[in-house]
């Protein structure tokens, strides 16, 4: 079987509004740094521990460097709701998860380019097995050890999964009790 490259695979190309404007490769769209989509998605266990892991060496952008979501870009003509469940199920190697809760958009401008960034939330209580060509480590950390390990200094986090978790923290603390 011919499988296509993930440079190869064909994006939405949208605007400073998330309107649509065309499409082009994967490759295409980081090069020129044109705006496209991505969803990100922060997954707990059941008590309440947030999977953590770093990125295959392999990735396209920011290969080796850990991450508190899972995610990634969204196909031509793909929801965000669709691309998050989706995403999520492929990077934990699980089948069966809830559709993940969306919470908020945000545009990223920063280290990698530009993105709409759909942020959600799901609860996994299933045994995950995350996706090899993805993944090269992970782990479920609390919310306190994960603040920890952001503020040290010592793992290299993905910019844009940063941005979110920062946007993540100052959302839940905007929630009425």
């Known amino acids: 079987m011919n499988r296509v490259s993930a440079a190869d695979e064909v994006l939405d190309v949208v605007d400073r509004d998330d309107r649509v404007t065309g499409q082009a490769p994967r490759g295409e769209v980081y090069a020129r740094g044109l705006i496209h989509r991505c969803v990100f998605v922060q997954a707990t266990d059941v008590r309440g521990r947030i999977f953590v892991h770093r ?3 392999s990735k396209l952008v920011f290969p080796s ?5 899972v995610g990634g870009v969204l196909g031509t003509g793909e929801s965000y709701a669709r691309a998050a469940l989706r995403e999520a199920e492929e990077e934990l190697g699980v089948t069966g998860l809830p559709q993940p809760a969306p919470l908020f958009k945000f545009l990223y401008e920063g280290p990698g380019g530009a993105w ?6 799901v609860r996994c209580e299933l045994p995950v097995a995350p996706q090899e060509s993805e993944v090269d480590w992970h782990t479920y950390l609390s919310p306190e050890e994960l603040d920890r390990r952001v503020a040290d200094g010592e793992w290299a ?15 839940r603390r905007r929630l009425p009790l």
């Open 55 to 57: 990125r295959t060496a």
């Open 65 to 69: 460097h850990y991450d508190m979501f």
């Open 116 to 121: 709409w960034s759909y942020v959600h939330e």
């Open 157 to 171: 986090w993905v910019p844009d999964g940063l941005e979110a978790y920062r946007r993540l923290r100052e959302f």
